[in-house]
């Protein structure tokens, strides 16, 4: 069975990684799997434990990284996130893709630990579009929606190792140019492999 592949996704806040992320699943539900991360802020209405996040306090997080259960964790905005390394493996194992939708800082992070890993960075069609969307959330303050906008360009700087940038304009040309991405890299083999598949050798 061959195994599958780690595609991490990230972008500016509010760029729309979580819907482009629901509206792939939902749409090819077997093309790849999400895990749930961990984090340490408070649930935003609607949200439930274990179907957004696993919510638990900074005590809490900081026994799970002193166990060494993360594959990857990042700080941002005075909360903590991590992705846990027995939910990503559990799905590998299944020879499934795994979608991991967080940080650049995270996505680097992976990529030192898997190399093989896909980089998707999600941009929006301009800096002011992006604010409206995150206006219209309405969870963030106005203070922090200025630090939000202060960090976009910092983040960009960070996605120097990001393979493919795809801009979410329209939702579903986003959702299709991902999900392009994904299958295009499932075609990818190696010679070895191949030969030995083909040949009964290497």
Same mark, same amino acid.
């Given at each position: 069975?061959k195994?599958?592949?780690?595609?991490?996704?990230?972008?500016p806040?509010?760029?729309?990684?979580?819907?482009?992320? &629901?509206?792939?699943?939902?749409?090819?539900?077997?093309? &790849?799997?999400?895990?749930?991360?961990?984090?340490t802020?408070?649930?935003r209405?609607?949200?439930?434990?274990?179907?957004q996040?696993?919510y638990?306090?900074?005590e809490?997080?900081?026994?799970m990284?002193?166990d060494g259960?993360?594959l990857?964790?990042?700080?941002?905005?005075?909360?903590?996130?991590?992705?846990?390394?027995s939910?990503?493996?559990k799905?590998l194992?299944?020879?499934?893709?795994?979608?991991l939708?967080?940080?650049?800082?995270?996505?680097?992070?992976?990529?030192?630990?898997?190399? *093989?890993?896909?980089?998707?960075?999600?941009?929006?069609?301009?800096?002011?579009?992006?604010?409206g969307?995150?206006?219209?959330?309405?969870?963030?303050t *106005?203070e922090?929606?200025?630090?939000?906008?202060?960090?976009?360009?910092?983040?960009f700087?960070? &996605? *120097?190792?990001?393979?493919?940038?795809?801009v979410?304009?329209?939702?579903?040309?986003?959702? *299709?140019?991902?999900k392009?991405?994904?299958?295009?890299?499932?075609?990818?083999d190696?010679?070895r492999?191949?030969?030995?598949?083909?040949f009964?050798?290497?």
């Amino acid at each position: 069975m061959k195994k599958g592949k780690v595609f991490v996704i990230s972008g500016p806040s509010g760029v729309g990684k979580g819907t482009i992320c &629901a509206e792939l699943m939902k749409k090819y539900p077997d093309l &790849a799997a999400t895990t749930v991360s961990v984090t340490t802020r408070a649930p935003r209405p609607g949200e439930q434990e274990g179907v957004q996040y696993y919510y638990r306090s900074d005590e809490q997080f900081d026994k799970m990284l002193s166990d060494g259960l993360f594959l990857e964790t990042v700080d941002k905005f005075t909360h903590r996130y991590g992705t846990l390394q027995s939910e990503v493996e559990k799905v590998l194992s299944e020879g499934k893709n795994v979608i991991l939708e967080i940080e650049m800082i995270g996505g680097a992070n992976v990529k030192k630990r898997i190399p *093989e890993a896909v980089l998707i960075f999600i941009l929006p069609p301009s800096l002011e579009a992006l604010t409206g969307r995150i206006k219209g959330r309405g969870s963030e303050t *106005e203070e922090e929606i200025r630090i939000r906008q202060a960090q976009v360009e910092t983040e960009f700087d960070q &996605a *120097e190792p990001y393979q493919y940038f795809v801009v979410n304009d329209d939702l579903f040309e986003a959702v *299709e140019r991902v999900k392009d991405i994904i299958v295009a890299e499932g075609l990818k083999d190696d010679y070895r492999s191949v030969k030995k598949n083909f040949f009964g050798r290497e």
